[in-house]
């Protein structure tokens, strides 16, 4: 890819799509911003992260690569609705965090010059808007490229050379039955736990006692309720056998304690220890 | 009190009573170590943090205030066979992450001569022994001073200049009755939590395709095995209420995503929001 004469366009100038934005800027790219909010492109305007926008769809006529950075159901009608102005041969890529379901819809509606190629980069915050706009979080995260048997080579190193511009500390390739699978336990149960455990407790006096763990296990919390519980339908049959194996879990805790089994529960804790550490082993060293 | 003429000691050197024993060192205060370990006492006497130490009880002779940071069981058990030794009118306290238990049988073994008030520093770490001592963790820890009626002004007193002089952030009285419900929520619970993640899947490439909520709901699964589950057990009452309670709610969320709702898990995740930062701000400003 040529940056100098590769033109990149971003639908949906959010927390991500406005620090994917400013770090294609950054990198030399040439952007162009869409999104129906005016005040988001004037924001990006101004900082030079984009170089026209508008919520006009013909912006991405000469744009070789068109970036969705909405939520599931709005990229799949977004595409439906505004197709025709893509550049043929263009790729198209997107930053949704479940992708069976938007694979298989996009795909069956897209036309046959454009190819998507998606993508999930594992970063995100608890905020929205363009305000929060910082792809300098980036450089912690990691970044999948969730390709088919169906994407070309062309596509899926486009994909790998926006995740290295935009400085994603690992990039790795994946399909999208494991990554829904993996994303269901090291992502949404995760999700799921926080919010159960705050809708549990209506108590102002827990942060005086509360140690690190509480906190810890509840920053993820604080949710955006309009994206969410659209991605946890989407990928709803692993989620919710994710949620029945930790039930399951919690129910052998419960039996363990009942029992005063000390010799269960060490073995419990052990195995999360040995895991935990091999965990943090190769957080340190990822090529170990 | 005078922290010149007052004589402490610390039965049991390990992280926590190590950086106890430093801290109040560094308060200027006369220690004594005791711990079954001569490398822990020479550790601390090395450093200076102790003055006297071993593995003899009658160290404690003198001793105006005698603090143990031994295992709850393990407690117990060093007040039956040792009280002799206390100094008449000393005050006798702890660390244990435990209290009803720990209080009804001290008071049921003590000497009348004696006082027990029991305190629950919120800080620990996930690692073991003396080498990992450093009281500057408390800074930023709550300190839960577990009074009953019993306790005279005398002994919350004193507990009260022991945690200021280990520089505890927050310092709050609190009976055993709440400090039990309460940290079997917002600690056990967690633990429990991270211990059954870590149980579900044994996939050492998760950690390739993680973001930041699997680690921070983790981190507290390299847990102490032979501490944790005897605290589990002193609690179990309201720990497996507790757990009970988290399995209601993560099927609630699981009806919810079989059933597509969107409404009803915006409704929990908008709940979760407004409690979780309703704890920030807490958090930022204790006294608000």
Redesign the interface.
């Known amino acids: 890819m040529n940056i100098e004469e590769t033109k990149i366009a971003i639908i949906g100038l959010g927390m991500l799509g406005g620090s994917y934005a400013q770090g294609l800027h950054k990198a030399g790219m040439c952007v162009i911003g869409i999104d129906i909010d005016p005040e988001a492109i004037q924001y990006a305007k101004e900082r030079r992260w984009i170089e026209e926008g508008g919520n006009n769809p013909s912006l991405i006529e000469d744009c070789d690569i068109v970036i969705s950075a909405l939520y599931p159901q709005a990229f799949v009608d977004w595409v439906c609705r505004y197709q025709q102005h893509f550049k043929s041969g263009a790729i198209l890529s997107d930053v949704t965090g479940v992708k069976r379901k938007v694979i298989s819809e996009i795909n069956a509606v897209l036309r046959p010059d454009v190819e998507f190629i998606a993508c999930h980069p594992?970063?995100?915050r608890e905020y929205k808007g363009i305000a929060y706009a910082d792809p300098s979080q980036f450089t912690q995260?990691?970044f999948?490229i969730v390709s088919t048997e169906n994407n070309t080579g062309h596509a899926i190193e486009t994909a790998r050379e926006i995740a290295t511009l935009l400085k994603f500390r690992?990039i790795?390739l994946?399909d999208p039955e494991e990554?829904d699978r993996?994303?269901g336990?090291?992502?949404q149960?995760?999700?799921?736990?926080?919010?159960?455990?705050?809708?549990?407790?209506?108590?102002?006096?827990?942060?005086?006692?509360?140690?690190?763990?509480?906190?810890?296990?509840?920053?993820?919390?604080?949710?955006?309720?309009?994206l969410?519980?659209?991605l946890?339908?989407y990928n709803?049959d692993n989620?919710?056998k994710?949620?029945?194996?930790?039930?399951c879990?919690?129910?052998?805790?419960?039996h363990l304690?009942?029992d005063?089994d000390?010799e269960g529960?060490?073995e419990?804790?052990?195995?999360?220890?040995i895991?935990?550490?091999?965990?943090?082993q190769?957080?340190d060293h990822?090529d170990s």
Chains 1, 2 share one sequence.
């Open positions: 594992m970063a995100g995260a990691n999948l690992t790795s994946i990554h993996i994303i336990f090291v992502s149960l995760c999700h799921v736990i926080a919010v159960s455990l705050m809708n549990i407790s209506d108590d102002p006096k827990l942060v005086d006692y509360t140690g690190d763990s509480f906190r810890d296990l509840t920053r993820i919390a604080d949710i955006n309720e309009d969410w519980p659209e946890f339908i709803k989620l919710m994710e949620i029945d194996q930790l039930i879990q919690l129910e052998q805790m419960h304690i009942s005063e000390i529960m060490k419990k804790m052990i195995t999360a220890t895991r935990r550490r091999r965990f943090n190769r957080q990822p």
